[in-house]
């Protein structure tokens, strides 16, 4: 073979893992590590194992031993899928002195063991899968990682309580955090809630002095009404784009007293924190304790941006702090991180019309129950029916609306049954209205919730377990006249019910907000099919995701409830701090290289590279790539009429091999082809 | 057309009437990882793909195709992140085009343009990858082998593939 005369034949050592029987059960690795060992030979494999465990000490000890006692210059393991366990092999070779680029992992556990079930087919085409990486890692260089310095910045995208958590904890080990937050006050959905279960703390009380920290810190930025546009750079080195929204407050001269908006004369219904059910000025700060303190101007409502006279605000403000003509303002920051902490959308309830919201007058959401028992809302914390006065002598409380529902969202939102029960209680205490509980299952799994639930069956809250089909005011005798009722099939009982109730609360479900597809596209991170953002792996990395310096916390992953929101951002913080602390991060060194003597300065690559990455010598008639800026998709390899570039980590030597090395097999058996790899 | 049957003990699959052998290109962010999904969620797929990991679909040499129908695949799957989804932003459209140039130069070879598929899934798509690649084998299944009847050294010396042996 024209390849060995070239160079040295390497010494290939291919590891077969077990898995337990998660590969073991399907693929019959003693058979295919001998196969291996017997048919690979010619290819440099000169010793093949499997083992119970690769990835345990002892299987990577085994690696050691066999890479120092038969002098191996090659490591393929057949395990799982590169993207668990390559940096475990990697390091194990590391460990032996061997480059950690010159082992690879090929994947008989996600691609076949796992996906499989004809257990023949499975053992022939995890022998392919390893011709094809033994074909490949021939062709590996030793390669070092590349080292960038990290900037000791964060962005932190979402003030909610998980991006408030992340940038306290940063900011308090001393670097500098950025934090973004769309609307014109930090707290997010937290600080409309009135009570937090299950300890029943009254949610300002312990979210407004985070929030004041959060305002005071020396080392936060923090950037409200304002929006990121555009990230450019890579892990250590983003450059963001952030769109600050004009207030038409002048920040350093107002002192939030608050005499613009008693003054302003234009009332907004406030669909955004109050649930729609109170109001606010066109100059206005969205609840007493907001951080910052200053308001902003409603351009789309102020009386003065639509009509062009007023200015009451601008003629009482003491301290000049009115400015009609600011203008948005375009800021570039520059981070080593980004946090993405943007929470969730609350599911429209008017989407089940047969549960009435939005037709049926005392059909509440969860948020608007929230403002009503909440004693900064807009009833004082009475509940009362929408028109304002009247209690209720009983609730009905109907969980999983948008949740576990086919038509809607499959999964389970979370939080919702802790809240019907919260609002069971709430409701007991401050009305002793009769309230029903109608839910498909309790679902109370954390630390004291159960204790919860078991507190509020002592209440005397009363339970249906069903899913509500309908909620009507259609009265079928005069006992429902003037009711709600709710029309459910008990399935303890196997009956169905009409129960007539006062008012109804849906707890509608958390769904992914709204914008996230485009919020995933601007970061480079990806969404699952129902929105949520996907974490790096499910239950070992939950808070990084395969991009490189971009993290998640909170309900961006997918529905928490607050405890856990602030595990997370803690989390991804200290993720980040241990990445800043160590002031360089090593990238993998795939990248592009153009031979210059090769190049013949066609410029097809200049225009494929989307990150500019490819300059052009116009002295020289060739082009180079900024290493620096190279992200190493290869499209500039692929394309090069001349063959000039070359992509590291993934040479054409190295595909074209590995596609000789799966079809290995396939030539074997066609016998009008040689089995032999054919060259090119 | 019918496939030689034959007996090798590593021969099993043979046994049945034709199982089409295909090479599969994934991207490393999206599609890869939806068949890492399709994996860890243990969803079934025919077993005659084997994949090979780019780091983009842009990083499809129309060579690697060619080579892999030249060194005996029956069919070859190209797959990466939807239009738009692109790790590396627009990448994976410059794939799209290759796509279709190399469809029509198959054509042009007297190969079924259908033996080559383009799919795009995304990390949370390992449903879609799974069962594509379930009917992307029954439909090569129903073209029958690719009988690429030629001399491994075919691709370095195009001049030298006996044309009129091309059967599809």
């Not at chain 1, 089940?352 to 509440?364: D, E, M, T």
């Not at chain 2, 992307?136 to 001049?159: C, D, H, I, Q, S």
């Amino acid at each position: 073979m024209s390849a060995e005369e070239k160079k040295p034949k390497e010494r290939v050592g291919v590891y077969v893992c077990h898995c337990g029987t998660n590969i073991a059960g399907v693929v019959n690795v003693g058979e295919v590590s001998k196969w291996a060992s017997d048919n690979l030979s010619d290819e440099g494999v000169v010793v093949a194992r499997d083992y119970k465990f690769m990835c345990s000490s002892l299987g990577q000890e085994l690696i050691q031993k066999d890479i120092k006692e038969q002098k191996l210059t090659r490591v393929v393991v057949a395990a799982c899928s590169p993207h668990l366990h390559e940096k475990t092999f990697r390091n194990a070779c590391k460990g032996a002195d061997l480059n950690p680029y010159l082992c690879e992992l090929v994947s008989i556990r996600e691609q076949d063991s796992w996906v499989h079930t004809d257990k023949i087919a499975a053992t022939e085409k995890a022998k392919a899968i390893i011709s094809g990486g033994v074909a490949r890692v021939i062709h590996h260089e030793p390669l070092e990682p590349l080292h960038v310095p990290i900037h000791p910045a964060t962005l932190i995208v979402g003030g909610g309580i998980a991006g408030i958590q992340a940038a306290l904890e940063i900011a308090d080990a001393g670097f500098p955090v950025y934090l973004v937050e769309r609307e014109p006050s930090i707290g997010g959905h937290m600080a409309q809630f009135d009570k937090t279960f299950p300890t029943l703390d009254c949610s300002a009380c312990i979210l407004t002095p985070k929030m004041v920290d959060v305002g005071n810190h020396k080392n936060i930025t923090m950037l409200t009404y304002s929006e990121v546009q555009k990230v450019d750079g890579y892990v250590g080195n983003f450059a963001v784009t952030i769109k600050k929204r004009a207030r038409y407050i002048k920040t350093e001269d107002c002192t939030g007293c608050g005499i613009c908006w008693e003054k302003c004369p234009k009332k907004v219904i406030d669909d955004h924190f109050e649930a729609g059910l109170g109001y606010r000025k066109a100059v206005y700060t969205p609840f007493p304790q907001a951080v910052p303190k200053y308001p902003v101007i409603d351009d789309i409502n102020c009386t003065y941006f639509v009509k062009g006279t007023c200015k009451a605000c601008e003629k009482f403000c003491p301290t000049n702090a009115i400015d009609f003509n600011q203008k948005d303002e375009i800021l570039t920051v520059e981070v080593g991180n980004i946090i993405l902490a943007t929470g969730w959308d609350l599911f429209d309830a008017r989407r089940v019309p047969n549960y009435g919201y939005g037709r049926l007058a005392n059909v509440f959401t969860n948020m608007e129950f929230e403002r009503l028992s909440n004693s900064a809302g807009p009833t004082g914390g009475n509940i009362v029916l929408r028109d304002g006065k009247t209690t209720p002598k009983s609730v009905g409380i109907v969980h999983c609306v948008g949740s576990r529902d086919k038509n809607y969202n499959n999964y389970c939102s979370a939080i919702c049954c802790m809240q019907s029960l919260k609002f069971a209680h709430l409701v007991h205490e401050k009305t002793g209205a009769t309230v029903y509980n109608f839910y498909i299952d309790i679902r109370t799994p954390a630390k004291a919730y159960d204790e919860f639930y078991q507190r509020i069956i002592e209440e005397g809250t009363l339970f249906v377990r069903g899913k509500v089909a309908e909620i009507t005011d259609a009265a079928r005798n005069p006992g429902e006249e003037g009711k709600l009722i709710v029309q459910v099939e008990d399935t303890l009982v196997g009956k169905q019910r009409r129960i007539p109730v006062d008012m109804v609360i849906l707890s509608a479900g958390l769904e992914p907000r709204y914008d996230s597809k485009a919020l995933a596209k601007t970061f480079g991170i990806s969404c699952s099919a129902d929105g949520w953002f996907i974490e790096r792996h499910p239950k070992l990395d939950p808070v990084a995701t395969m991009t490189e310096g971009v993290y998640i916390a909170g309900c961006v992953q997918g529905p928490k409830d607050i405890p856990a929101s602030v595990v997370q951002g803690a989390a991804a913080a200290a993720r980040i701090l241990g990445k800043i602390q160590q002031k360089e991060i090593a990238l993998e060194p795939v990248r592009a290289t153009i031979n210059e003597e090769q190049c013949s300065g066609c410029r097809i690559c200049n225009t494929l590279c989307p990150f500019n990455a490819i300059l052009f010598h116009e002295d020289r008639m060739v082009s180079e790539v900024n290493p620096a800026l190279c992200q190493g998709c290869g499209t500039c390899v692929a394309a090069c009429p001349a063959g000039a570039i070359a992509g590291t980590g993934f040479s054409n030597e190295q595909i074209l091999s590995q596609i000789d090395g799966l079809l290995l097999l396939n030539l074997n058996k066609k016998e009008a082809v040689p089995a032999v790899l054919p060259q090119v | 057309m019918t496939d030689t049957p034959e007996t090798k003990p590593l021969d099993s699959t043979r046994d049945k009437p034709f199982e089409p052998v295909m090479i599969g290109f994934t991207c490393n962010w999206c599609s890869y990882r939806a068949a890492d999904m399709a994996g860890i969620s243990r969803m079934k797929y025919a077993p005659n793909v084997r994949l090979i990991r780019l780091m983009c679909s842009g990083r499809l040499d129309p060579t690697f195709v060619f080579k892999a129908f030249a060194g005996g695949a029956d069919a070859v799957l190209v797959s990466g992140c939807h239009p738009g989804d692109c790790h590396y932003a627009t990448q994976n459209y410059k794939a799209m085009r290759r796509f279709h140039l190399m469809q029509r130069v198959l054509a042009q070879m007297g190969i079924e343009p259908a033996r080559l598929k383009l799919l795009w899934a995304s990390a949370a798509e390992g449903q879609i990858f799974a069962n594509e690649i379930t009917k992307f084998v029954e439909e090569v299944r129903a073209l029958g082998p690719l009988n690429w009847n030629t001399k491994p050294n075919a691709v370095e010396v195009p001049a030298e593939i006996p044309v009129e042996e091309v059967q599809a």
